[in-house]
């Protein structure tokens, strides 16, 4: 299972139509990234993210 990459909690990187759908454990948001999926626990990670991907990289 990922992590988010910002603060290191386990994710799931599916989506509800791919799995029995668990909203604690469903990624709420995920970027693609030089051609790889990351996984976010929140929007709030995902926008940290996406303002300076190389710190988290």
């Known amino acids: 299972m990922p992590e988010c990459p910002v603060c290191g909690m386990d994710v799931d990187a599916t989506s509800p139509e791919e799995t029995d ?8 948001a995920t970027v ?4 790889e999926l990351y996984a976010f626990c929140g929007e709030e ?4 993210f996406e303002e300076n991907p190389e710190q988290y990289v």
């Open 45 to 48: 990670h995902r926008a940290a």
């Open 21 to 28: 759908y668990r909203e604690e454990s469903y990624a709420p």
């Open 32 to 35: 693609e990234y030089e051609g």
